[in-house]
C-alpha cells in the first residue's frame, strides 16, 4: 500500500468526459433554439459555465504516458509533456469564459478573450516546435489540440467582431 494520497481531484477526473460531452450536447441544443428564434440564453451560458470549468480541471488529469524504465527525460518533454497542456486548458477555460461574457454583452469580454488567445497561441507555437522537433511521447497531447484550437477560434473570430 502506498503513502501517496490521492489528491480529491482525481476521484472527479474520471466523470469529466461524460461531463464535457453533456455540455456540449446542451450548447449544441441552445445554440440550435436560438437559430429557431427561442430564447435560449440561460442554456448556452450555463453550458459555457460548466465548458470552462471542465477545461479548467482537465488541467489536473495527468497524461497518460507508457514510458520505459530506463527512459531519460529532459526540459523539451517537460515543457511540451507537462506545462504545454495546462496552459492549454486553463487558457481554453479562459476563452470560453470570455465567449460567455460576448453572450451576456459584458463590455470586458475583448480583454478576456485576448488573454485567452494569447496563452493558447503561446502553448500552441511551443506544442508545434515539439512536434517538429519530434519530442517524446508528444503525440499524447492531440486531445488539448482539439479542444484548445476550436476555442482559439472561436476567440479569434469574436474578438475581431
Known sequence: MSNLKQHPIQKIVPFLPWAEKGL???????????????????????????????????????????YKEDEILGFKELLSLNIAPKILWIGSASTTVG????????PWYKQQLLIGIL???????????????ETKHIKVITPVLFRSIPVLLAGIFLFLK
Open 99 to 106: 465567449i460567455m461574457f460576448y453572450i451576456l454583452e459584458n
Open 24 to 66: 456540449l450536447l446542451a450548447l449544441l441544443i441552445g445554440l440550435s433554439l436560438t437559430y429557431f428564434k427561442t430564447d435560449s440564453h440561460g442554456l448556452i451560458q450555463i453550458s459555457l459555465i460548466g465548458l470552462a470549468v471542465v477545461f479548467f480541471l482537465y488541467a489536473y488529469k495527468p497524461l497518460e504516458i507508457q
Open 119 to 133: 496563452v493558447i497561441g503561446a502553448a500552441t507555437l511551443i506544442v508545434a516546435f515539439a512536434f517538429v522537433s
